[in-house]
Every structure is written in structure tokens, then in C-alpha cells.
């Protein structure tokens, strides 16, 4: 069964966006749990991104996610993870449908403005790297 939670991270490319993707995501069905504004520091990020670490991008990922402020947010919706994933878009904003968030604030696959959880599992585990239980309301 699917899980009720999802975590997703406004990027640094997309932080003059927040207000506008946050009203997209709440006008979706989804409650806000926990949000906080903070700056990955380059080690921070590669701990974050420690799965692709052996790829070819990871370098310069982390040094792009370390390069401004995040928005951190744990989301809360039955079916949280899929009707996230939709909500957003492709990873390729050029792919990504009409209306999604990556349509509408990405600027390149690289500087896709928005990250979201690919599994209950792994939302769990990236809202745990955000958020102390106590933060998440």
C-alpha cells in the first residue's frame, strides 16, 4: 500500500519561485508536515547525493545544490510519493506535461527546480535527513 507521506526539495534554481510551487503543491490536496529554508554545504549535498556518487555528474551536483538556499518540505496526501511525482513532471522539463511544476519553473535538466521523493522508502529516509521527528508536525 502507498504511503501518505513524500518528501520534495525547491532547488536553488527555483527559490525566487517558493511561494508560487508551494500554492501549486497545497492547491494539489497536499498538507505541508514540516518546511524549513536552509544552504547545503558541498559536503552536506554529497551526503544527500552519496547514491550517485559514482557518477559522472555528482561533482557538479553537488556544487549546484550547495550553491544557494533549499526548501526542504515534507508533504502529507494518500498515494503521497505517486501524486507527487505527477505533480512535478518529468525530470526533463522539455518532457515534463503542461502544468507541472518542472513545465513551469525548470530551467534545464540540470536546474530542474524541484526534487521529490522516488519511493515511501527513500521519502522516509531524505525527510530523516532534513527533519528531527520533532519538526514534523
Known sequence: MAGNRTFTMIKPDAIENTGAIIKMIQEAGFRIVALKKTQLTPERAGQFYAVHAERPFYGDLCAYMSSGPIVPIILEKDNAVADFRKLIGATNPAN????????????????????????DENAAIESAFFFAQTEQY
Open 96 to 119: 515534463a506535461e503542461e502544468g507541472t511544476i518542472r513545465k513551469l519553473f525548470a530551467k534545464s535538466i540540470e536546474a530542474n527546480a524541484i526534487h521529490g521523493s522516488d519511493s
